[in-house]
């Protein structure tokens, strides 16, 4: 299977702990997205990375989150210090560059904050 | 403020016969438009898609209609088939620079009845 990879499917956590998750993108894709979707809601968009560069971050983005991609390759979202409100579906996603725009999603990680 | 609104949380068809399922926009800066389908504890899968310099695209049994003066947009899926039932989610980028990040509506649970 040559799809968008993510890693765990699901994830329970206490509050205050932290979390990682990673994705693993198409591999000639050299964008990568995450986005977060709650319950009722599209997906919303959180991080960018061309290659291994972090060009832009939403405002939901809080100071709690961090999201890396060393090398350009697999990326990973960390959540310090879990709230309740960070509980959602967190959903990667990765396109090649240039005209195209079609967005390939993985599963999604489902993350619930007790 | 919801840049791209899909009204209708829900809508059932009877096999056979023509979905329709509708999404308004408001930012004017968007240049592309895409449907994604969703089943339950899954990521988005992509659907089609459509240019703003086009005012329709057909795949097989799905068509995109863009109506740019109206800021609309509308998924026809002829005829319906009972693996269809899942939540449509529409799209909206603009590609001109910049992380061409898609802004999605809330979704259309769309039921297939026998």
């Known amino acids: 299977d040559t799809g968008v990879s993510q890693d765990p499917r699901h994830k329970i956590t206490k509050r205050g702990q932290n979390v990682t998750f990673r994705c693993d993108p198409i591999?000639?894709?050299?964008?990568l997205y995450w986005y977060r979707q709650t319950l009722g809601q599209g997906p919303e968009f959180l991080t960018y990375?061309?290659?291994?560069?972090?060009?832009?971050k939403s405002r939901l983005l809080s100071d709690r989150f961090s999201a890396e991609r060393p090398k350009g390759s697999f990326s990973t979202l960390e959540i310090q210090r879990t709230e309740q409100g960070d509980s959602a579906m967190y959903l990667c996603?990765?396109?090649?560059?240039?005209?195209?725009?079609?967005?390939?999603f993985g599963q999604g990680t489902r993350l619930t904050v007790v | 403020d919801q840049q791209v609104k899909q009204n209708s949380p829900s809508l059932s068809v009877q096999e056979g016969r023509i979905s329709i399922l509708n999404c308004d926009y408001t930012?004017?800066?968007?240049?592309?438009f895409l449907w994604y389908k969703k089943y339950p504890a899954e990521g988005p899968t992509f659907l089609i898609s459509?240019?703003?310099?086009?005012d329709k695209n057909e795949d097989g049994r799905f068509t995109v209609f863009l109506n740019k003066s109206a800021k609309h947009l509308s998924l026809h899926i002829v005829p319906s088939q009972p693996g269809d039932s899942a939540v449509y989610f529409c799209?909206?980028?603009?590609?001109?620079?910049?992380?061409?990040?898609?802004?999605f509506g809330q979704g259309t649970r769309l039921t297939i009845n026998p």
């Open positions: 459509i240019s703003s310099i086009k």
């Open positions: 996603a990765s396109r090649r560059g240039g005209g195209s725009t079609e967005a390939f």
């Open positions: 591999s000639e894709h050299n964008r």
């Open positions: 799209a909206a980028s603009a590609r001109s620079g910049g992380a061409q990040k898609l802004v």
């Open positions: 930012n004017s800066m968007f240049d592309y």
């Open positions: 990375f061309q290659n291994e560069a972090q060009l832009e």
